[in-house]
């Protein structure tokens, strides 16, 4: 992984993929854009990374994106963090954050407790390699120890707390140029 400030690394979330699917970038309109896309997952420099958490929720639907996925994706699926001691020491940081900060339910934190959630997962990868996370969500606003949230954490209000930067799909889209 590329490590100087001109060549940051991102970990893409799953909505980064799924929103443009579903709301600006059709596959059968925009083919462009899915190349573009499959470039910068290709990559040498690999900047833009796909994880394999992500790839696991987007490949388990049954819908043209999962296909397009398994396609033009398995073989570029970063791996490296599933055996990474520190990656899992930050996991549990993040896992550790949400318990005690006071802004989530019980119900909420139940839902980044499941086996196979991403959210937590990002953060935590994106502490191990320095990376910054891309991703759609936005902040939940004003969190409160008054009055704790019961829908699930958004990854912009933990990665801040945990020091992690996020930034939305076009500053990635600038930042690599798409053109289409």
């Given at each position: 992984?590329?490590?100087?400030n001109?060549?940051k ?7 980064s ?36 958490i ?127």
């Open positions: 992984m590329t490590s100087n001109d060549s690394n991102f970990i893409i979330d799953s909505n993929f799924i929103a443009p699917f579903r709301n600006y970038y059709h596959m059968d309109n925009f083919p462009g854009y899915w190349s573009w896309l499959h470039e910068q997952l290709t990559s040498p420099k690999k900047q833009l990374l796909l994880p394999k992500v790839y696991d929720e987007l490949a388990s639907s049954q819908d043209s994106l999962a296909a397009w996925i398994k396609r033009d994706a398995d073989q570029y699926i970063f791996k490296d963090y599933q055996n990474e001691p520190k990656m899992w020491q930050h996991f549990g940081e993040v896992m550790t954050y949400i318990q005690n900060c006071g802004f989530y339910k019980d119900v909420s934190i139940a839902n980044w407790s499941q086996t196979g959630k991403a959210d937590p997962q990002l953060i935590a990868i994106a502490m191990t390699y320095n990376c910054d996370i891309v991703t759609l969500e936005q902040s939940a606003g004003n969190l409160s120890t008054r009055n704790p949230m019961k829908h699930e954490p958004k990854i912009p209000d933990v990665a801040t707390a945990m020091g992690v930067k996020c930034v939305d799909l076009n500053t990635i889209e600038q930042k690599f140029k798409l053109i289409i």
